[in-house]
């Protein structure tokens, strides 16, 4: 050591050592920063999915609940009871009034913490539960778990009278004078254990308040922790809230730096040597020495580098275009559906506002913001369509959906959040579209609106406006379009049938023709056939023969959205089936897990499952994993059923043996026994 010490200057010792030390801390440090982020960022997200994975299991629990109870508000015998004139009275005889206490037991026997349902009809001062029917003095007398007080306008205010018991209430809103209520009573004891089948390892607090009132806390709240809240606004209101310890306190930061500058230090110094040793050595003779010797060269290693990563790239990017594909099959698959339920909502004017996958697509009504619509129509049907000039229009307004509507035209909604939507601003918008597709389609816009059911009204105004512009295209009135058009879309051919026979005596065939020839072209269906027949029969012909030209036409046009809509719902359909079929023993196996896979409303693939299979989600999953469970039965005699009931997609036995009864009719050990 001496003799190599005696070779090298302290000076360039040092001059290595500070730039290896300096730069070997700094890319050191900067890696240690990254990975500490990328934990922080890792351990932040696996605390969210938790916390989301338990706060969506008690919010689809008691979103189950709330829609078991609002079946009631359905009922047949519930629309009968509330009836004030009394015309019903006769069926609710003993007999019927115990044959619903027990569908009111048999609506919470999924359910593990409802004590009681109760249906209190303020107005006849009754309540109804499993056990009978009873007044609001009867009930308070024989049970006291809740009570119940009504104030002069027949509003009930409810009230917990057992510590051991808590309650929610759902109010029937279509009752506008005197509102019944379902009181849903939860068993605290039950509702706790469910909650602390929750918990997880890290939780430090955990609480769950149900209508503002806490009905559930473990632990003791901090500030030093990571906290999680989540709330939803459908009733009963739900607040969850959840902390986690914090990061910092987990990972020592201070500890691990010091450890790792001692590392740097040492490996500065011990690279400074040997640099030192080396410094006669030219830089390639370096590199080919810690290079792998199949490659002659350090440009060998970096072609072969260089390969291997574009090899990288045209994988990701043929991965990249297969996720595309298969991306806009499932927009186009919802783009379909949407525009269909955009064109119900303009033409049916008992459309309801109120379902959910409404709502989800047309958010400004429940909010009932200011809108108005906009129609722009072809004013030749040779041209082609502009859509992207209209979507550049509709892309400098904040709140502007373009849709393009079934008959070929396109509609432009627009709202406004802040209420200054006023008549300026249609007519600029209105402006605006005309510019955009240089006026070669008739632009309509209606006034400022606020209700949506007047929607279909003023979408007539619109078509009406339309056809005096333009003048002489078809002497069919606009109600007969929409008429034929509906019978069109729900494939009701015999009903087109008898519409087209009905106006012979009144309308010319050329009308008609014109019409649905305009329809073929929007839906690219081939006509060419049925224009040669139509011209020859025009020359040579009688009008009963062009009729049944019409009437052809008319059928091929309605086959033709038939095979269309039907080929949606079956690759639809078929996709939820395979991922329910590859996924169904998995626990967390939910409609909204599907609607987060597919990208699609729950609603909408309820829907479409039961359309195509004839039954719900529900019943095929319980299908699915009672079939499962028998499979194993069979297969293996010794099994525990605890560990069958995990197989098959059961967080415990209890659930399993409920769903095994509801399918099979019998427990799952007394099958057994008779295998």
Known sequence: MRKLFSKLTYKSFLIYFSIIFVVSSLLTLSVYSISVTNEQRE????????????????????????????????????????TSSEVYSTEFDPLSRSDISRQITRSTIGFDFIDDVMIVVPEKETVINSIGWFSFSDYEFFFGDIGITMDQDKACEFSCL?????????KDYNLKLYPAYICVVLNKPALYQYFEELIDENMEYFAVYLDNDLIYEYGTSSDNTYALSRGGVSAPKLLIEAEYESFYSRRKILPAIILLELFILTISVTISLFLLWLNIFPLDKLIKKVTPVEYKSTLDAYRHLDTHIETISADNERL?????????????????????????????????????????????????LPFILIIADRKDFALEHSEKELASVCNEYRNCELYRLLTGEYLIILWSRSWEL????????TSA???????????????????????????????????SL????????????????????RNSFNDCCVILNEARNVYTPDAFFTFLLKLSREYGIDVSSSVKNYERYRNIGTDDELWNVNTSLTSDICKHLSD????????????????????????????????????????????????????????????????????????????????????????????????????????????RDML
Request: net charge neutral.
């Open 43 to 82: 351990y932040t997200a696996k605390t969210d999915r938790a916390f989301e994975a338990y706060a969506g299991s008690i919010e689809d629990k008691f979103e189950n609940i709330t829609r078991a109870m609002n079946l009631f508000f359905s009922a047949r015998w519930y629309t009968h009871y509330i």
């Open 162 to 170: 057992d510590e051991r018991k808590s309650f929610f209430t759902i």
């Open 320 to 368: 990249q275009d297969e996720y595309n594909m298969i991306d806009a099959s499932m927009r186009n698959i919802i783009s379909m559906y949407k525009n269909e339920y955009i064109f119900s909502m303009l033409t049916n004017p008992d459309f309801d506002f109120n379902d959910e996958y409404i709502l989800s697509i047309i958010p400004w009504v429940q909010d009932r």
């Open 422 to 429: 006023n008549n300026s601003h249609r007519l600029e918008i």
């Open 433 to 467: 579209v005309s510019a955009a597709l240089n006026n070669d389609y008739f632009v309509v816009s209606s006034r400022v609106m606020t209700d949506p059911y007047h929607i279909c009204g003023t979408y007539i105004q619109l078509k009406e406006e339309l056809l």
């Open 470 to 489: 333009r003048k002489a295209y078809t002497d069919l009135p606009l109600t007969l379009q929409i008429q034929l058009i509906n019978k069109i879309l």
């Open 564 to 671: 269309a809509k039907r080929k949606s719902y079956d690759n639809t359909a078929a996709l939820i089936k395979n991922y329910i079929d590859k996924n169904y023993a998995s626990p967390d196996m939910s409609l909204k897990k599907l609607s987060d896979r597919f990208s699609i409303d729950s609603t909408l693939i309820s829907r479409v499952f039961k359309i195509q299979y004839s039954m719900n989600f529900s019943e095929y999953l319980l299908e699915k994993r009672i079939h499962k469970s028998i499979r194993l039965m069979k297969s293996y005699p010794d099994m525990n059923l605890s560990d069958i009931s995990e197989q098959t997609g059961y967080t415990n036995y209890l659930s399993f043996k409920r769903a095994f009864i509801r399918y099979q009719g019998i427990a799952p050990k007394e099958y």
